[in-house]
């Protein structure tokens, strides 16, 4: 079941699962060193997937100027299996129904511009690194 809720809305239980699924991917599987917990998360709308009260899928988003939306540690524990766009499409709409921005961004890591262009995304930067992995901007104009 997708969820959508923000921060103040989530239980202690989908913040330690939503924690958890995201230091699974970025931190164990690709052994990115960074602080995850940047305090966007406190002004973010979190869409997530939950399936027997664990979180397989996730993405943030959170407004950076007045129409202009950044969309972050996109997720799924679960690869190959069509989650990762079931969880894109129901995460930009409920990104358009609830901010209404004319932009979402995401800074893209280069192997998955394919997945985002096929929802409209365009690359608009040249690569760069950013911890350990080349990436490139990306905006879908509403």
């Known amino acids: 079941m997708f969820t959508t809720k923000y921060f103040d809305e989530l239980t202690v239980k989908e913040i330690y699962e939503i924690l958890k699924a995201r230091a699974a991917v970025f931190i164990v ?9 940047d305090d966007k998360d406190y002004d973010s ?7 027997d009260g664990k979180v ?16 972050g540690r996109v997720l799924t ?3 190959g299996q069509g989650l990762g766009g ?4 129901f995460g930009l709409e409920e ?8 932009v979402i961004t995401i800074d893209s890591q280069c192997h998955a511009i394919g997945f ?27």
């Not at 079931?86 to 499409?89: A, G, S, V």
């Not at 985002?116 to 509403?142: D, Q």
């Open 86 to 89: 079931r969880l894109l499409d």
């Open 95 to 102: 990104i358009r129904r609830r901010y209404s921005p004319k």
């Open 56 to 71: 397989t899928a996730y993405l943030r988003a959170f407004m950076v100027a007045s129409d202009v939306v950044k969309m």
């Open 77 to 79: 524990l679960e690869h």
């Open 45 to 51: 709308l979190h869409v997530f997937y939950e399936e």
């Open 29 to 37: 599987e690709q052994r990115i060193v960074y602080q995850d917990m």
């Open 116 to 142: 985002y262009e096929r929802a409209g995304f365009e690359v608009c930067s040249g690569e760069f690194l950013e911890e350990g992995i080349m990436h490139v901007k990306m905006e879908l104009k509403l």
